[in-house]
């Protein structure tokens, strides 16, 4: 019995923080629609109208990400003034990313335009913290117009595939996507590798079945659920943009950021592997990570 007990124990625990992220984003939306209600807003969920309860979002989840993760960022230098596409390695759960726009709303007062799957604007009852927040579909209209406008437009290539069947070996799963290589070339913009440091041991999927990955090709939805949450140090680390070059494929430009997906664009192996070991240990290791909360010469 007391075997059994602590199993249980030690699943749920495993399964409450991811549940209570969950939670959390519910309950966002829900005092998002109070206060639209209650003071009769109309405005447009992208104008500033929406500024002071963003920032008191952000200010919720910067908490958070201070308490739980010791959340750091670093790079922000890096991005540009003006327009640009941030594209990252997608997590078990993309946590880190929300840690993110927080903080750099916080930092900058800048909004980040987010390019969401699919199944996300199916799910029911977060239409209103989609929009204030600046989730969008990733069609090339929709991040033209973005881009256009102003706003720093972030994706992850890999999406939820990437974030389902990856795993502590880091390995970027793009297949044959390079669409964001294509609209930062027709727009004219830099492109900014990002990447979070330890975000796969604090969040994971078991181990890839082939029932699972079947199911999701064929619905593209993510039924396999991530657990852990464990209080692992966490690190954003915006590497330089690769600028705009007018005589550069959409192929090369890939291949560019493939190269410099672990933070800087470096254009040798080796750079980019003198990069890895620096800053994530390969295989992920939740030890190493946790252990990482109490070091402080690592700035």
Request: charged content about 20%.
């Amino acid at each position: 019995l007391i075997i059994a007990s602590l199993t249980i124990s030690a699943i749920l625990v495993f399964f409450i923080v991811p549940l209570t992220i969950v939670f959390f984003i519910y309950l966002t939306n829900i005092l998002l629609v109070i206060h639209q209600r209650n003071n009769e807003i109309k405005a447009d969920p992208l104008s500033d109208v929406w500024d002071s309860v963003r920032k008191t979002i952000a200010s919720f989840w910067d908490i958070y990400a201070r308490i739980w993760h010791g959340y750091e960022l670093h790079g922000v230098q890096n991005l540009p003034e003006g327009p640009g596409i941030l594209v990252y390695y997608h997590g078990a759960i993309p946590i880190d990313y929300l840690y993110f726009l927080s903080r750099l709303f916080l930092w900058k007062k800048r909004m980040c335009l987010s390019v969401a799957d699919h199944f996300v604007f199916r799910l029911p009852g977060l239409k209103l913290l989609l929009e204030v927040t600046g989730v969008i579909p990733g069609t090339r209209e929709e991040c033209l117009t973005a881009l256009k406008n102003g706003y720093l437009v972030s994706i992850s290539p890999g999406g939820v595939r990437e974030a389902l069947f990856s795993d502590e070996s880091y390995q970027l799963m793009w297949g044959n996507r390079k669409g964001f290589a294509q609209v930062a070339l027709e727009a004219k913009v830099p492109i900014i590798p990002m990447y979070t440091q330890n975000v796969r041991e604090g969040y994971r999927m078991f181990k890839e079945r082939r029932f699972f990955r079947q199911l999701y090709e064929s619905t593209r939805l993510p039924f396999t659920p991530p657990y852990g949450g464990l209080p692992v140090k966490f690190r954003t680390y915006i590497g330089k943009p690769i600028p705009y070059d007018p005589n550069i494929t959409a192929e090369e430009l890939v291949e560019k950021v493939c190269k410099g997906k672990f933070i800087f664009s470096f254009q040798t192996k080796t750079a980019v592997q003198a990069l890895i070991s620096k800053h994530q240990t390969i295989p992920g290791n939740i030890w190493k990570a946790l252990l990482e909360r109490f070091d402080k010469r690592r700035k």
